[in-house]
């Protein structure tokens, strides 16, 4: 894998950064340090990731892995080591299976050495709560998670998410709305914040104007299909985007930053 820098543009919080050369190849320093997450932020920056094949599917088979490269793996591995906490819908958490992250002893030292808790939280968003307690996200995993659920929760699913240690989170309305994530996020300390999806999580933060950073991993295939592309909500909205970057891999894989405008 050679991953090239094929045109960064930076945004104001990158400004002090040494520009990589177009065409250089990078290392992983270099590709942690095009996704700093802003200095002194004083709410959640909320960064997705998505793959999405050429024409536009989120999915291969049901499940984002079909759509995967080695560079994908590569930013995936880097994103989670820079973030505070992992976001992400129950329906992703059950069509992929979630267990929770996984680090290498030398990042979890990076990140300590940054100021960072040695692994990040994942935290799930279910206005059903019906998250399998006996799952690997509650039993693979070195932290355990936060579930925001909804007063429409199944109150045997909350009991028995509670006792496999999960730190559970009901809001008052039926669904989680934008702002209960916010809030939730922000009163657990958590503002560097990688939101994995999928689509109908990351619809809803984009309608509402919280999509602050997105991470697109363009993957060189075609699969047709019936799947769906990466963001689905009741309405379209507009969020006018600015690139941060292109990364290239020798096949053919590009990623993407994009960071909304201001
Ligand atoms: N290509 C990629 O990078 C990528 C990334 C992620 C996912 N995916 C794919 O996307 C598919 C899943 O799509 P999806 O739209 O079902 O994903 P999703 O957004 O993860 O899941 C939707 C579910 O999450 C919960 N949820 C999301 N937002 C909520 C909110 N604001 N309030 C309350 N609950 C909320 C609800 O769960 P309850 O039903 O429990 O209430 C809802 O049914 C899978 O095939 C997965 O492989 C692909």
């Known amino acids: 894998m050679q991953l090239l820098d094929i045109g960064t543009y930076f945004t104001s919080e990158q400004a002090h950064l040494a520009r990589p050369a177009v065409g250089s190849e990078l290392s992983d320093d270099a590709v942690r340090a095009l996704h700093t997450y802003p200095n002194d932020l004083d709410r959640p920056w909320i960064r997705t990731n998505f793959v999405a094949s050429l024409d536009g599917s989120v999915s291969a088979d ?5 759509l995967g490269t080695p560079a994908d793996a590569r930013l995936f591995g880097i994103l989670r080591e820079l973030c505070d906490a992992v976001l992400v819908g129950a329906g992703t958490v059950r069509a992929e299976n979630y267990g929770g992250v996984s680090l290498s002893t030398e990042a979890k030292a990076r990140r300590v050495a940054s100021g960072l808790a040695p ?22 995993t070195d932290v355990l998670p936060v ?15 509670r006792s496999a240690g999960a730190t559970v989170i009901t809001v008052t309305g039926e669904s989680v709305s934008t702002g209960d994530i916010v809030a939730t996020l922000t009163d657990l ?17 984009v309608a509402d104007g919280a999509a602050d950073d997105l991470c697109l991993t363009i ?32 096949d053919g894989t590009l990623l993407t930053r994009w960071v909304r405008q201001p």
């Open 62 to 66: 049901g499940a984002s892995a079909g």
């Open 119 to 140: 692994v990040p939280t994942i935290v799930v968003v279910t206005a059903s709560g019906s998250i399998d307690a006996n799952s690997r996200l509650l039993t693979d």
């Open 147 to 161: 579930v925001v659920t909804s007063a429409a929760a199944d109150g045997s699913q909350v009991a028995a998410l």
């Open 189 to 205: 300390g958590f503002l560097r914040i990688l939101c994995e999806g999928g689509p109908g999580l990351f619809g809803q933060l």
């Open 219 to 250: 993957s060189p295939m075609l699969v047709a299909g019936t799947a769906g592309r990466i963001a689905h909500s009741a309405g379209a909205s507009e969020a006018p985007m600015h690139r941060a970057h292109v990364l290239g891999d020798s």
